[in-house]
């Protein structure tokens, strides 16, 4: 059911072979997994840490939301960039699913963008109206930010959901916001906001615990040090939890699917599950963060490998969903090897210039107006 109501492919070949494009997808979509992590879960720790703290500028979680948003002024610009490329890639291989999608939904699909924008220009606000140039106040457009951040989270995870089913186009077509109802939105929604405030408060941890290391205000960093790890630990515990029940509530045939699809499924999976609980693992045996630094480093190297696994598995699921339907379609291929080449070069070289950026601003972050 649902076949019917999908329209033709595009009669132009994609200019390479179909699985080169799954490769592009997962790893770009990985990319921009990390920066987009630290966009939405640094936002809610920042917005959190502020109300909490009264948006007094000398206690040390208004220092950690001023310096989270520090990092989030260049993390949403990329976020924005590395969601490029990942998107060009799912037009190119789900076309027909993902256009139909984002049409179901068009004025929420639209709205998004300003939300996109509201949200960017509250960070901003809060930046130089704030606590972080003013001592204390821009509680405000931090929570504004963090709750348009979340609502862009909604709208994707509705769009990712509805693009794999076109068996529910028909019910969506009459009300968008059936979709809320689909028993793997909320698990799904949960599993991406604790991705996001785990990565960051480990990274916020690390970040910290570094500075502590060197002598740099060192009771300061020790406190943001242990509350980012808190907030690392407990949400891993959550995501954990949640992770089973999203596998769980997912529909019999994609479950079934990804249990007997062999060692290309069952190894993402399985390492999936062992890399988060030994994370859990990880985080729950260290107390004081500034005196284990190399765990802290090694825990924060395996939450960049488990997003990578996941990102694996993630790409697995959507295919299991559309599978029914997307075995009567075949892309036509037509390689240009040349363009590609020269993609993966420009790919090479920006990577190296985002390399070199986040090295200059953990070894001389600017201060002052050049901090903007």
């Known amino acids: 059911m649902g076949a019917e109501l999908v329209s033709s492919m595009d009669p132009f070949p994609i200019p390479g072979p179909e699985w080169l494009f799954h490769v592009l997808l997962v790893f770009t979509f990985f990319l921009h997994a990390l920066f987009m992590n630290l966009t939405l879960g640094g936002t809610l720790i920042a917005a959190v840490a502020q109300v909490v703290s009264g948006g007094r500028g000398d206690d040390y979680r208004a220092i950690l939301a001023g310096r989270l948003m520090a990092v989030n002024g260049i993390g949403i610009s990329l976020t924005i960039t590395t969601g490029i490329a990942p998107l060009l890639?799912?037009?190119?291989?789900?076309?027909?699913?993902?256009?139909?999608?984002?049409?179901?939904?068009?004025?929420?699909?639209?709205?998004?963008?300003?939300?996109?924008?509201?949200?960017y220009y509250?960070?901003?606000?809060?930046?130089?109206?704030?606590?972080p140039a003013k001592g204390s106040g821009g509680t405000g457009w931090l929570v504004v930010a963090a709750a348009m951040f979340l609502a862009i989270a909604m709208v994707h995870v509705a769009v990712h959901l509805?693009?794999?089913?076109?068996?529910?186009?028909a019910a969506i077509a009459e009300s968008p916001w059936a979709i809320l109802g689909d028993p793997s939105y909320w698990p799904r929604l949960l599993h991406f906001v604790l991705a996001g405030l785990g990565f960051s408060g480990l990274v916020v941890a690390w970040w910290a615990a570094r500075q502590a290391g060197r002598g740099e205000a060192v009771e300061l960093n020790t406190k943001i040090a242990s509350y980012g790890w808190k907030w690392a630990l407990w949400t891993t515990v959550l995501q954990v939890a949640d992770g089973f029940l999203l596998l769980f509530v997912l529909p019999r045939p994609v479950l079934v699917g990804l249990m007997k699809g062999g060692a290309a499924t069952m190894i993402p999976l399985?390492?999936?599950i062992v890399l988060a609980l030994g994370l859990l693992m990880m985080?729950?045996?260290?107390?004081?963060?500034?005196?284990?630094?190399?765990?802290?480093?090694?825990?924060?190297?395996?939450m960049v490998m488990t997003i990578a696994i996941m990102s694996i598995t993630r790409h697995q699921v959507r295919a299991l969903y559309l599978e029914p339907v997307a075995s009567?379609?075949?892309?036509?291929?037509?390689?240009?090897?040349?363009?590609?080449?020269?993609?993966?070069?420009?790919?090479?070289?920006?990577?190296?210039?985002?390399?070199?950026?986040?090295?200059?601003?953990?070894?001389?972050p600017a201060t002052g107006e050049e901090a903007a």
């Open 283 to 302: 985080l729950s045996r260290v107390t004081n963060p500034v005196e284990k630094m190399g765990t802290v480093t090694g825990t924060l190297g395996g």
């Open 89 to 119: 890639f799912v037009q190119v291989i789900y076309q027909q699913y993902f256009y139909t999608a984002t049409i179901l939904i068009a004025p929420i699909w639209m709205l998004f963008l300003l939300m996109l924008m509201i949200g």
């Open 270 to 272: 399985t390492l999936s």
């Open 122 to 131: 509250a960070a901003y606000l809060y930046k130089f109206k704030g606590t």
């Open 162 to 169: 509805i693009h794999a089913q076109p068996g529910k186009w």
């Open 328 to 364: 009567g379609f075949e892309l036509e291929t037509a390689p240009q090897w040349g363009n590609f080449i020269l993609f993966a070069l420009l790919l090479l070289a920006g990577l190296w210039v985002v390399y070199a950026m986040v090295k200059k601003v953990l070894t001389s």
